[in-house]
């Protein structure tokens, strides 16, 4: 029967959740049972989507993508898809009324990493995460207000601000990788080659202001979500600090990380704050 299938299905997303990134899985642990599993299957869906740009360099990427985009614009019409990943997916599109232009705005994003290398405009960069992280926050926004649009109007600035640092901070992150592996240029207006601390400190800054908008709306999420938001938000806020204070040479070099014993820390402190409402 169909149920046991979409069980199956629900169980392959927090499987990708928990395999690919133990940050955003300790994270989605935080939030309550009643949307933890729709916040799995929105992972799933973009992380698959996400993998076959950045890592399956020995096949047609192309060809692939084209296949995995096929299948999503089936399995939201259909309401079922052999793909686990999709059929997880499909059903938290449908239950919490998520925009089929947040869909299509991902796609768009995940597509240009076939082709495009470098940004060059603000707008540019700003469309591609508008398309790669904004609207993922918005889909996350989706599930946590449970169909209140009072509520989504009022946070969605907000939750594409903190989807927007997330996304820079990842990039940061990441820039020896993008650069150097997959020859991606993110942010405009700055030579990788020679990147300075300038350059560097305005990123960040940049970060730090999506931050401060996106932590207002972390303070009025409905509780079901607020800590497991908020956790997510100390973590990458975490790295970003580190990124601060690490040399723009060593950051073009090296992947800066925080240590699980750090994350655990974090899970301690935050919950701490929760707790005593010091968010």
């Known amino acids: ?11 392959c997303s927090k499987i990708v959740t928990k395999s690919y990134s133990t ?6 642990k935080m939030l309550a049972n009643s949307i933890r599993q729709d ?19 020995d096949y047609n990427k192309k060809e692939l993508f084209k296949r995995f985009e096929d299948d999503l614009e089936l399995a939201l019409r259909d309401k079922i ?15 919490c009324n998520i925009n089929k232009h947040m869909v299509d705005a991902f796609m768009k994003s995940m597509r240009l990493d076939l082709s495009k290398y ?6 540019e960069y700003n469309d591609y995460i508008y398309g790669s992280a904004d609207v993922v926050g918005l889909m996350c926004l989706k599930v946590f207000v449970k169909g209140d649009d009072a509520q989504y109007q009022k946070l969605k600035n907000s939750a594409m601000s903190l989807g927007s640092a997330f996304q820079k901070v990842n990039f940061l992150r990441d820039l020896k990788a993008d650069h150097e592996l997959l020859d991606r240029t993110y942010f405009p207006n700055t030579d990788l080659n020679n990147l300075t601390e300038k350059d560097k ?15 207002k709306g972390i303070k009025q999420l409905p509780i079901e979500a607020k800590f ?12 970003l600090k580190k990124l601060k204070k690490t040399p723009a040479l060593e950051i ?25 409402n010091l968010l």
């Open 81 to 95: 898809s052999l793909n686990p990943i999709l059929n997880a997916f499909q059903h938290t599109y449908h239950k």
């Open 228 to 239: 497991g938001v908020f956790m997510a938000y100390r973590y990458y806020n975490q790295l």
């Open 252 to 276: 073009k070099n090296t992947r800066i990380r925080v240590p699980n014993y750090k994350k655990a820390e974090l899970l301690t402190r935050s919950y701490v704050k929760y707790q005593l």
């Open 1 to 11: 029967m169909k149920t046991l299938f979409d069980s199956v299905s629900y169980d």
């Open 23 to 28: 940050s955003f899985s300790m994270a989605t």
């Open 201 to 215: 400190l305005s990123i960040i800054q940049d970060i730090e202001n999506d931050f401060k908008e996106g932590l």
């Open 118 to 123: 470098k940004y060059e405009t603000d707008q």
């Open 39 to 57: 916040i799995y299957n929105i992972y799933g869906f973009v992380r698959f989507a996400d993998e076959i740009v950045d890592s399956f360099h």
